[in-house]
């Protein structure tokens, strides 16, 4: 378990310099959304059918889904899940690390910082 989660966190670091060095912002990255279903869709994602088939009615705004939301800034979201907020636990670095994290802000975020 451990050294999965080393060996994920070392590939998230890869993605995150590969980026960097070509100038491609995390923004424009969908591997943000990759590690944010990862890593926080156990609490954020409805992974059901029928959720998904109902949400696309017209009169089902899809409440509660981050994703969903124009609201949220980077800066916010790293803040919300280091030191965590009501019935959310804070998310350490050895189980989300800072380049993921950024990568998951950016997603959220929609690259407001
Ligand atoms: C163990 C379940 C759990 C996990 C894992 C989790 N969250 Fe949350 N999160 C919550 C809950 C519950 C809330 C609502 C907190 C409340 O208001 O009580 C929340 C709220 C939030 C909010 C909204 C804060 C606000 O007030 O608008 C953000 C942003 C957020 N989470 C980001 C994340 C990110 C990013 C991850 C993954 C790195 C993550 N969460 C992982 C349970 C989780």
Redesign the pocket.
Known sequence: MRTRKCKRSAVAMLLAASLAAEGVSAAESPDGKAI?IS??G???QTIGMAVGILSRRPDDASKGL?EDRKD?AAA??RT??RTG?????R?SRGE?SDPE?AL?ANY?SRGKP
């Open positions: 944010y890593r926080c156990m609490c954020h981050l949220l916010f979201v919300v899940v907020i009501a019935n959310m636990p998310i989300v994290l998951i959220l």
